[in-house]
């Protein structure tokens, strides 16, 4: 499964995100040595677990949504955090980061689900953000991009619209805000569920869970 899935995201020049939620550590290093580096968590203890007993040169993406009084624990090893979803976590982010002396990549996570219950800025809410001196000001995190999460559903019409809605919300806040930018550059979108259709609608990031290491408990 896992070298042609590989080989089919490195035809679009698609990163792989093992997302290794729940998964036990002998499982996450059979992939490692298989040659996967990029492995997603959705809970910074679990992240943190891991990272500690799994091989330094893994990069580490939180995937779910970060709490503010765990930022601190997870700034050191983290390499991205895929989750952003309020303008206070930034900050926090960035204040965190900026005492740990690193700079921290950062997405920008949109709510495009029918669901209610998916954290995520509205694209308005996002530009308030990137407009303001606060935003500015902030040295030590790097937006790199934007992540988002389709409804669940049967329904790929529905998925695909919501994909490429994403897709245009990057588009427009690449225009106003990064335009001079080459790490803002990054879409996450897609799961195991509907990957081949975020893919089609210009992800470059896909986070893929139990297509990988088969369903979970
Ligand atoms: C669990 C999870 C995934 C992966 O889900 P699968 O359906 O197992 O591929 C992707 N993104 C986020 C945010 C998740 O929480």
Redesign the pocket.
């Known amino acids: 499964m896992y070298r042609n899935l590989l080989n089919k995201l490195n035809d679009y020049q698609v990163i792989l995100v093992a997302?290794s939620?729940t998964q036990p550590l002998d499982r996450i290093l059979a992939l490692y040595e298989e040659g996967q580096r990029v492995f997603?968590e959705?809970r910074v203890q679990e992240l943190l677990q891991k990272a500690e007993k799994l091989p330094q040169d893994i990069q580490w993406h939180l995937?779910?949504h970060l709490q503010t009084n765990k930022v601190k624990q997870i700034i050191p090893v983290v390499s991205l955090i895929?989750?952003v979803d309020s303008a206070r976590l930034l900050a926090e982010i960035n204040k965190q980061a900026q005492k740990a002396g690193r700079v921290v990549d950062c997405l920008l996570q949109f709510h495009i689900a029918q669901e209610s219950t998916k954290f995520g800025f509205s694209k308005s809410e996002a530009v308030a953000l990137l407009e303001s001196e606060a935003c500015a000001a902030m040295t030590h995190v790097r937006l790199c991009g934007v992540m988002g999460?389709a409804t669940f559903t049967d329904d790929s019409e529905l998925v695909r619209a919501e994909f490429r809605q994403l897709h245009h919300i990057f588009t427009d806040l690449k225009a106003q805000f990064f335009k001079d930018a080459p790490y803002f550059k990054e879409i996450s979108m897609g799961?195991?569920?509907d990957w081949e259709i975020a893919v089609a609608e210009g992800s470059t990031m896909v986070?893929?869970?139990?297509?990988l290491f088969g369903p979970?408990n």
Do not use: A
């Open positions: 997302v939620k997603g959705n995937i779910g895929q989750s999460m799961m195991s569920s986070r893929i869970g139990s297509l979970r």
